[in-house]
């Protein structure tokens, strides 16, 4: 890897295709964790990484499929010296951005996977295109840096 300073890209990305089948998580917590590790994230950093990017990915399973399996979901990693940015694309429902913003009545769960992620991300911004489906975006700083939430 050729190292840059500021916010420059390496110009490297790894991209990881996977089925939307909950077996299919672990192949993207492992790739995502060991990408972490190589970046030289700190434990608990890469630990949130991990946590996010399967916690979208299930979502993408039970919500925007419907539980089906066979349907892709892509894991678009870009390498940057201070950061690593995740976008997570699907081809299902889009997902109802209102009903999940909203505040939870007590004991629901509803949005709380999205809670989640932006509670340990630094940055968390969910698009849909008709054509190029849903996409979701993860970014985590090196070192604790903040960002958009």
């Known amino acids: 890897m050729t190292e840059v300073t500021g916010n420059q890209w390496r110009g490297e990305e790894l991209v990881l295709t996977i089925l939307s089948d909950p077996r ?7 790739g ?4 972490c590790t190589i970046l030289g994230f700190a434990s608990v950093e890469k630990n949130s990484v991990v946590l996010a990017v399967d916690e979208a990915c299930a ?4 919500h ?3 539980g089906e399996s066979g349907h892709p979901i892509e894991i678009r990693c870009r ?7 995740v976008r997570v ?5 889009q997902a109802d951005l209102d009903r999940l913003q909203a505040p939870a009545p007590d004991g629901d769960q509803l949005g709380f996977g999205v809670r989640l992620m932006r509670t340990v991300m630094d940055t968390v911004q ?6 190029q ?3 979701l975006l993860l970014v985590k700083h090196k070192g604790g840096q903040a960002g958009d939430r």
């Open 79 to 85: 390498m940057f010296s201070d950061r690593l940015e």
């Open 64 to 66: 925007a499929y419907g």
């Open 89 to 93: 694309r699907d081809f299902g429902r």
């Open 59 to 62: 979502n993408v399973i039970k």
């Open 133 to 135: 489906g849903n996409h």
């Open 126 to 131: 969910y698009s849909h295109d008709p054509v």
């Open 24 to 30: 299919m998580l672990k192949i993207a917590r492992a």
């Open 32 to 35: 995502v964790s060991h990408l």
